[in-house]
DNA sequence: GCCGTTTTCGGCCCGACTGTTTTCAGTCG
């Protein structure tokens, strides 16, 4: 088994974290964090370059922790790891992810009281023997006891589509405050993310007392968890952490900024603000303190010699050199989207029918939609049958005579079984304009047998789109381990584009494969798999995190014409053994009954 | 541990808030 630079990643993290608790020079421990997340996000697998006699120059990492990456990939070990581990009781650093606890309380619980992990922890907080140990007291031993609560049921984070109703519900309540002029949500909700940890909102105006006091008693707050003159923090209902900050109206910009994040990116705004002598804060830009910028975001960027760069972007994956190199990206707008290739029709819960579904899409601004429903949906548990094809191909007739404003295209969703072959023969697909292949159950493969898998469906002359290609569900279900790069590269060859499905709960790809993708120029169909015509809607979901994906138009195929999709879904595909590295997946696709 | 418009050593982002103190350490974002 290769190692991973995930696995690189979570050692050098537990490494950090070790550290951290030995009190450790916390540059030394950044360095270690710094070097993870890079590691994390690079696209390429460190066991292929190094066994091609290569590494990679990344910031950040330096001649040490290139000793330890090869060290690791050789090895499989850390020695330097083990030898911290040796210091601790095993997952010890599971604490750390307690809120409120930092490597001090950590270590102070465990010479105290012997604690080494959460279980003894509570035991020990419901017993009240943590409110006698030095820096602690009963505040502290109450808000422990409630954060392993929370953590325990929302250590997955929040699908930010359930998270945002929330959001903007409590931002509309804040601004009928009688002092303040503007409202915002900022942090990870304003760059997109799929999933968030909590909701950050910022606030200016000329008093913040009133602010805060209608913060504090808004009816949905169960838990106050921190109360300032002009920084709050609650727990709502649902279980979501949010905090709330005031400003002064001119550090507006600064302050959005700041609280926009990601943190990552914010430290190496900084660090630009202090190699040219200035001062970056939530307050402002200064120089020889003085305020030159801080309003509006745009003017600290500028301040900086930095063009805009959008929320979505900032998470120190290298907007900031694109951004001086002037080479952002264009990023994809809504309302480039042309279509949707991958609708469903007649679901027990959602009951919508072809002409419901044409027409909601067409009010959408749409100009085409594909049918692709699976086929057990139309036989039910006695397999595949022709004739029930052939009535919705009717249906879709009588439909487009209806709806002569949308063109509606004939297909399905395939599944891809175990082995890489497909629950409907070809004898089938050939009637079809368009045919969606998704892997469907058998998650849990191993890398090399899961991307065989792909690479072997992706060899069928009619699979077209490989939808939902990671199989995760948020917040839990994990992705499926699979080489993603050679799939889309076994995709780029063969012209087929792989799906950015824009369920709230898929949005698979994730924001680095579609980054992945934009780089390797593969084709994205960004569709909504809507099960009812309310969910064409999510489209809006897939359109974020493209953008978070660094994702233009260009890159989607469907923001092309209705005519261009024809030809490309008309393309011939590349004999099936022509591509080299695909010789051994491509065996015959056998015909199924 | 990294890195260079402070360049091979010395600096590395920075302010708010809490709880437990008796002036501030620890933690968070």
Redesign the pocket.
């Known amino acids: 088994m290769p190692i991973l630079n995930s696995d690189v990643a979570k050692i050098f993290e537990e490494i950090a974290d070790l550290l951290e608790i030995n009190d450790e020079?916390p540059?030394?421990i950044?360095?270690?964090r710094?070097?993870a997340r890079t590691i994390r996000n690079f696209k390429f697998q460190f066991h292929t370059l190094i066994g091609q006699g290569q590494f990679p120059k990344?910031?950040?990492?330096?001649?040490?922790?290139?000793e330890?990456v090869r060290e690791i990939i050789a090895t499989g070990r850390c020695l330097?790891l083990e030898a911290l581990r040796r210091n601790f009781p095993p997952h010890f650093n599971d604490l750390?992810a307690?809120?409120?606890?930092?490597?001090?309380?950590?270590q102070?619980l465990n010479h105290a009281l012997g604690i080494s992990s959460i279980k003894q922890l509570r035991e020990a907080a419901i017993a009240g023997k943590v409110?006698d140990i030095?820096?602690?007291?009963?505040?502290?031993?109450q808000?422990i006891l409630s954060a392993i609560a929370v953590q325990a049921v929302h250590s997955g984070g929040f699908i930010r589509q359930t998270v945002m109703p929330q959001a903007t519900a409590l931002a509309s309540y804040l601004s009928e405050s009688t002092h303040i002029d503007r409202i915002a949500i900022a942090?990870s909700c304003r760059r997109l993310k799929d999933v968030v940890?909590?909701i950050?909102l910022l606030a200016t105006g000329s008093d913040s007392g009133e602010l805060m006091e209608r913060f504090l008693s808004y009816g949905d707050v169960k838990v106050v968890?921190?109360?300032?003159?002009?920084?709050?923090?609650v727990i709502l209902g649902s279980g979501i952490?949010v905090?709330l900050?005031?400003v002064p109206p001119e550090s507006y910009g600064a302050a959005l900024h700041?609280?926009t994040?990601s943190?990552p990116h914010?430290?190496a705004l900084?660090?630009i603000?202090?190699?040219?002598?200035m001062?970056?804060?939530?307050?402002g830009l200064f120089k020889d303190g003085k305020r030159i910028a801080g309003d509006t975001e745009i003017s600290v960027y500028q301040a900086l010699g930095l063009p805009f760069i959008p929320p979505e972007l900032r998470e120190d994956r290298g907007e900031i050199a694109a951004a001086r190199a002037g080479a952002l990206p264009n990023l994809i707008a809504y309302n480039d989207l042309r279509g949707d290739l991958h609708v469903h029709t007649h679901y027990p819960d959602g009951k919508n029918t072809i002409i419901e579904m044409a027409s909601t899409a067409a009010l959408l601004g749409l100009e085409y939609i594909a049918i692709t429903d699976h086929p057990e949906q139309r036989v039910g548990v006695n397999g595949f049958r022709r004739n029930d094809l052939i009535r919705q191909f009717s249906d879709i007739e009588a439909a487009r005579k209806l709806h002569p404003e949308i063109t509606i295209l004939k297909g399905i969703e395939t599944k891809i079984l175990e082995d890489g072959s497909l629950d409907v023969p070809d004898s089938l697909l050939r009637e079809l304009d368009i045919v969606v292949a998704a892997v469907d159950g058998n998650f849990d493969l191993s890398r090399a047998s899961q991307t065989q898998r792909l690479l072997r469906a992706l060899c069928n002359p009619h699979v077209n789109i490989l939808a939902h290609p990671s199989s995760r569900l948020l917040p839990d279900r994990p992705p499926c381990e699979v080489d993603m790069l050679a799939v889309m590269r076994s995709a780029k060859e063969r012209g087929i584009a792989l799906e950015l499905n824009s369920q709230p709960d898929r949005l698979d790809l994730d924001d680095l494969h579609c980054k992945m993708a934009h780089e390797e120029k593969v084709l994205i169909a960004i569709d909504s798999s809507a099960r009812n015509s309310a969910e064409l809607g999510y489209l809006r979901l897939g359109i974020d995190q493209a953008r978070r994906g660094w994702i233009e138009s260009c890159d989607v195929i469907n923001t092309q014409r209705i005519e261009k999709i024809r030809s490309w879904l008309a393309q011939p595909k590349l004999p099936q053994s022509s591509p080299s590295h695909l010789v051994g997946h491509c065996g015959s696709q056998a015909e199924r009954p």
């Open positions: 020079n540059f030394r950044r360095a270690y710094s070097a990344l910031p950040g990492i330096g001649q040490d922790l290139e330890k330097l750390l307690i809120p409120g606890l930092g490597p001090k309380r950590v102070r409110r030095p820096g602690f007291g009963p505040k502290t031993e808000s942090g940890g909590d950050d968890l921190m109360r300032g003159p002009i920084r709050g923090s952490q905090d900050r005031f700041y609280f994040g943190k914010n430290i900084r660090q603000a202090l190699a040219q002598k001062k970056l804060n939530e307050y």
